[in-house]
């Protein structure tokens, strides 16, 4: 009995170390499994952010709308490239419909820029009597630049066109967990939405510090800020920036920019971030079609044949990684000099009323000898008044283009400079680059253009070549050294001339020997005749808008007055 009872125990226990062994297996199993389908799902979690990733990054280049054969979007050609100078401009206008630029959210926010920078320089102009056509063009531009953008945030919104993105680098990154042909692909569906984030925050456009990006007496509180990071690099703590979601109004328009803050890289972003931002939780009020920053999407790990495993859905936040400039490339301001006359002026009733006699005579930038202007009756009780020979001229000669411009007389010198300066400063591309009024007046200053202008070359262009400089050369010059030229060389400005300077005189270093013969009976005040000069200039400026390149002429007026006076009284012998 006793050793019935031992055999029962002894097979009970076995049957009970084979049913816990079994229950331990069976555990085992499950946390394998377990093991597998979180590392699985891991691994798809890993390979779906890999694959958002790089939409980010594929998307700020890779999708695009090329620029239309049309007036209002082809003067953005020379902002299309990633260039500051406008390289490819030329190109772009002359080659077939198949290569004209691409804009993509790596440039589209220098379309809005050039759009905006045009808009600025009509409305100044309006604001002082001057617009003339300058707003109608700057409407052109924004229609041209929305038009642009509109496709742009089209092409966007279309799901198609990030899926090979995703799965380029997605299906790459390894899955295994889930089984040795499991690779991870873009599940298309809902889940891939785009979201407008960062609103507030600095753009990819820079701007010249106000007092060289604006207009003379124009402003705009609100145009620029400095950089929204914590830690700004030091290459950008000295930067201005356009804002991104946030209307730049003017005029009756809104110019919109998208946010990239400076100096970042796509990056991953939280859901519940890219959430808040949709369109549907907080609308962007202004912006119709606004272009998204951002982008959600689902990747589900699949097998060869087709037997569906893991879904993840990840959010990027993508970003150009390069900062531009809100500038004009491809512009220009032209510099005319108007021929120069000595006018000869006598007083036949007495010094108060002057008069001029003979037809004004053309002098050139060197000196000159004029014959003596004799006029009948050209002093009080005088039978002639002459004005002797004259040397003219003293006032060009040996002088630059700037002692042209800005020399004596010197009034309205710190009118010019406003004017050329800022326009200089939108010419250029480079970020942080500012042109300064010592550089500027360094372009103009080249003791080149004493020769110039001893050769009779009268009409200048300021232009910018590599985006950077600037550069002063009469107009066979330029057009060879900016080819683009050869296009917009005709084009005048949009605006109407109004006068900065206006009859400024100063003594003439000149002599002249001036003499007369009194009337029968009346005798020369002792003294007179006597004769001396005046150099005299008027400054002219006209601004363009840039719609059609122009950014404005400077004409600049210089003349010579040569003065004879004469009295002689009755005599009473």
Sequence with gaps: MQLLSKKNRTRGSISLGAVLAF???????????????????????????????????????????????????????????????????????????????????????????????IGINAEAAEREGAGGQGKANAQKAFEGAQSISNRLANKLQQKENLYNFFDELAGKNSVRMLGTDIRTKALRGNNWQTSYMQRGRESNITVAPPQYSLPPNFQMPDLVMKSSRKNVPSSGKDLFFLSGYKPIELGDRNFWQVPFVYDETPRMVSGSEFGDNLLKAKPLQGWDKPIPNAFSGEGIAESKGGKAGQK????????????????????????????????????????????????????????????????????????????????????????????????????????????LCNRANEMVGKVGKVVTVDELHDSLNSPLTILYLLADQREFYMFSSDGEHIEVLPKYLALVKAPWLLLKQNEEPDGTEMKLVDDADCPAALYNSASGQPLPKCLMVPGLPIGWGLWDKDVYWTPGSGYNSCLGDLRVKRWTEIYSLGIAVPSLL
């Design 23 to 117: 229950v331990l297996l069976l555990i085992g199993i499950a946390f394998f499994g377990l093991t597998m389908y979180m590392g699985g799902q891991n691994e798809t979690k890993n390979a779906t952010d890999a694959g958002m990733l790089n939409v980010g990054k594929r998307v700020a280049d890779d999708v695009s709308v090329p620029l239309m054969p049309s007036p209002n979007e082809l003067i953005f050609a020379d902002v299309a490239n990633d260039t500051t100078h406008g390289e490819d401009y030329l190109a772009s206008l002359t080659l077939g419909l198949s290569d004209l630029k691409e804009i993509n959210l790596h440039r589209i926010n220098r379309i809005w820029a050039k759009a905006l920078q």
């Design 312 to 419: 993840a859905t990840s959010w990027v936040l993508t970003n150009p990684g390069q900062t531009f400039r809100m500038s004009l490339p491809h512009s220009f301001v032209r510099i005319k000099l108007d021929e120069m006359y000595v006018h000869w002026y006598f007083f036949p009733f007495g010094p108060t009323k002057k008069v001029e006699f003979g037809d004004p005579e053309k002098y050139g930038y060197k000196l000159e000898t004029m014959g003596a202007k004799r006029m009948p009756f050209g002093g009080a009780f005088c039978s002639y008044v002459s004005s002797g020979e004259v040397e003219v001229g003293g006032d060009v000669i040996a002088r630059t283009l700037d002692q042209i411009i800005f020399g004596l007389p010197d009034e309205g010198k710190e009118k010019i400079e406003a004017y």
